[in-house]
């Protein structure tokens, strides 16, 4: 029997790491699950979330038997990852920003961290900051206008490159941005517009997200190597959401070329 994975988000965003799982893992069961009837978390109360991530997940988590849940938001995982270990009782991969890896890419030791409100002034950044990037000074910027702009790519209409382009003018306006030579997307929605982001970045800057470093963390957890398979598109994903499941399977096609499978929506009542 293939292993069965359960990945969350607020909304859309954490496709992006489901993307790496599924690309690695071809056969695995994919059950996602998108928390967009409360999007976005960026800046709600850390109280209200916790109970809420909480709710949903161990709902999800019912209906979809998974062996591993994997928090592919950063704000959820920021705040909640002890609180859903305790609780719920499979394994749960949380992602965090890769403040490790980026401190020691950068060359110049100017790094900066982009994600939202809540995941760039939380605890967790702090002490991965304090652990992992000695000798080098970290930025930290957050953006809700990227997270939107995101979710708006991925929906096909109504998306406006220029609102990047501006939101990362905005960002590296800060004389302290100068030296930046690293850029982390700690946000799962961020590489949704990996290409209009870079495009809008000085040439010398690198990019980088978590996505790789998580598929590689489930195969280890799975003790699989890479699958070569040549019948992805046999396999079938379940979208889970708690808000409009129509709004969702507007985003149907592009969801499906992103995981390279076809994809069922279905309904998600707490
Ligand atoms: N995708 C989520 C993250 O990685 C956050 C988006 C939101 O604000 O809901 O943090």
């Known amino acids: 029997m293939d292993s069965s994975i359960l990945v969350f988000d607020s909304g859309s965003g954490g496709l992006t790491v489901a993307a790496e799982i599924k690309n690695k893992i071809p056969n695995i069961r994919l059950s996602y699950v998108s928390d967009s009837g409360f ?14 991530i909480l709710d ?11 062996d591993i849940i994997v928090i592919a938001c950063n704000t959820a995982s920021t705040i909640a990852l002890d609180l859903l270990r305790a609780k719920l009782n499979i394994p ?3 992602v965090v920003p890769a403040i490790k ?10 790094v900066m961290v982009l994600g939202t409100n ?13 652990d992992f990037a000695i000798g080098c000074k970290v930025l930290v910027e957050d953006s809700e206008a990227l997270v939107l702009a995101s979710e708006q790519k991925l929906l096909g209409n109504a998306f406006d490159p220029d609102i990047v382009t501006q939101e990362i003018k905005r960002i590296f306006n800060n004389p302290n941005a100068l030296h930046t030579d690293v850029l982390v997307l700690a946000c799962t929605h961020f590489p949704l517009i990996n290409t209009e982001i870079k495009n809008a ?18 195969c280890s957890l799975l003790k699989v190597e890479r699958q070569v398979c040549d019948q992805k598109l046999d396999s079938k994903a379940t979208f889970y ?29 707490l």
């Open 39 to 52: 999007f976005p978390y960026g800046k709600k109360p850390h109280d209200i979330l916790k109970k809420r």
């Open 56 to 66: 949903v997940i161990s709902k999800a988590s019912s209906v979809s038997q998974p």
């Open 92 to 94: 749960i991969v949380g």
């Open 101 to 110: 890896p980026a401190a020691s890419l950068s060359k110049s030791k100017v």
């Open 118 to 130: 809540t995941t760039v002034n939380s605890n967790y950044v702090k002490m991965l900051i304090t």
């Open 201 to 218: 970045l000085p040439r010398h800057i690198t990019v980088i997200d978590s996505g790789l470093a998580i598929a590689n963390r489930i």
């Open 241 to 269: 959401t708690t808000g409009n499941v129509d709004s969702e399977q507007a985003k149907k096609r592009k969801i499906e070329a992103l995981l390279q499978c076809s994809v069922i929506f279905k309904q998600l009542s």
